[in-house]
């Protein structure tokens, strides 16, 4: 499974962008698609997942403001981001996971693309 994702940017405070993953490979394959960000000097961070069946989970600090959602047809999973605040400011990475013969899941990370929330 492999991942590209784009529309980052740089958007004032308050604003909205929408993120884009498309995803080649065995689509059906994936169990778990998602969302995470890494700001600097911090940790990657999980926003949002989506799971095969179509439900989806947001994080308290994202909940109400961004959205992710899918569409099966286009292999592309999306992140809607509205109300913008600086401290969303990060590179975010799409993931998806696969099962692997461990029993573990694969991880799959497309290249990120970086969102920049000025005040």
């Known amino acids: 499974v492999q991942l590209q994702a784009s529309g980052g940017g740089l958007v004032q405070s308050g604003g909205s962008l929408s993120l884009s993953c498309a995803i080649s490979?065995?689509?059906?394959?994936?169990?778990?698609m998602g969302w995470y960000r890494q700001a600097p000097g911090k940790q990657r961070e999980l926003v949002a997942t989506?799971?095969?069946?179509?439900?989806?989970n947001h994080v308290d600090s994202v909940k109400g403001r961004f959205t992710i959602s899918r569409d099966s047809a286009k292999n592309t999973i999306y992140l809607q981001m509205n109300s913008l605040k600086p401290e969303d400011t990060a590179v975010y990475y799409c993931?998806?996971?696969?099962?692997?013969?461990?029993?573990?899941?694969?991880?799959?990370w497309g290249q990120g693309t970086l969102v920049t929330v000025s005040s």
């Open positions: 993931n998806a996971k696969t099962p692997s013969p461990s029993g573990w899941f694969r991880d799959s």
């Open positions: 490979g065995t689509f059906s394959d994936i169990r778990v």
């Open positions: 989506i799971t095969s069946t179509g439900t989806t």
